[in-house]
């Protein structure tokens, strides 16, 4: 898959901001009380509702460094996936561009969380580390997709991009089922925003960009931190059963 077969939408670089129109995935970020905000989305999708690439991702260390390896992170990401590449392989090489960008730059204790996903035809394949999480809106209820690597009774964080060493991202494979509709949140989303209005919402058809906004703004009146939010609601033709692969990993990690 490449840019070709994708409408692609852009915008969301580590700035305030909505993504344009496609119909059945939409984000929007809001900076929290710093003033400046380190969080980045972006997405890629194709016009029919059965494909989108996706990164968001929350930078890690204040200032102008979280923003540039959060915004570094997402565009490495996203462009290796509309390239072709698995979200496990696009994690790579985000991670490995973070990296030399840290070493270059001589940063200390920077870094970024980052989710990247694909949506295809009715699989759902996601690679992460860190607290920016996925969760799938399932018969009215919020199931999460995606373990975060917070450290217990501390808010800090057992793995993200840009530590030292080669660690392997996190990677699930799941079936996306009829009516389901996909939801990834940086860390200063509580899912509790996901109002009951929200899901009725999403009943009654309106655009996904519309519920990123409407969950993005409850989160922003509870949270001092940056909010970010990117909702999907893929189209329910042409599905594929895999029953078989739901909640286990897409690979098999050395």
């Known amino acids: 898959m490449t840019n070709a077969n994708l409408a692609l939408s852009r915008g969301l670089m580590s700035h305030d901001g909505a993504g344009q129109e496609v119909g059945w995935i939409g984000a929007c970020s809001k900076s929290g009380c710093r003033g400046w905000n380190e969080d980045c989305c972006d997405y890629s999708a194709s016009e029919d509702g059965r494909v989108a690439n996706v990164a968001i991702s929350d930078g890690i260390g204040g200032g102008s460094y979280g923003r540039a390896i959060s915004r570094l992170a997402c565009t490495t990401g996203l462009a290796a996936l509309d390239e072709g590449a698995s979200p496990h392989d696009a994690f790579l090489q985000a991670r490995d561009e973070v990296r030399f960008f840290l070493r270059e730059s001589r940063a200390k204790r920077s870094g970024a969380t980052l989710v990247l996903a694909r949506i295809d035809n009715g699989l759902l394949s996601i690679a992460w580390q860190g607290d920016t999480s996925c969760f799938i809106l399932r018969n009215g209820r919020l199931e999460e997709v995606t373990a975060t690597d917070n450290v217990p009774g501390t808010n800090r964080l057992s793995l993200y991009v840009g530590q030292e060493g080669r660690r392997e991202p ?75 692969t739901e909640g286990k990993p897409c690979l098999q990690m050395p």
Do not use: Y
Request: hydrophobic share 45%.
């Open 170 to 244: 996190h990677c699930v494979l799941i079936p996306i089922r009829e009516n389901d509709a996909i939801f990834f949140f940086t860390d200063g989303v509580p899912p509790s925003c996901v109002s009951a209005a929200i899901m009725d919402n999403l009943i009654d058809g309106r655009c996904a960009q519309v519920m990123a906004e409407d969950v993005a703004q409850n989160a922003a009146q509870k949270s001092l931190d940056d909010v970010t939010v990117l909702v999907a609601v893929p189209s329910t033709t042409q599905r594929i059963s895999h029953n078989d």
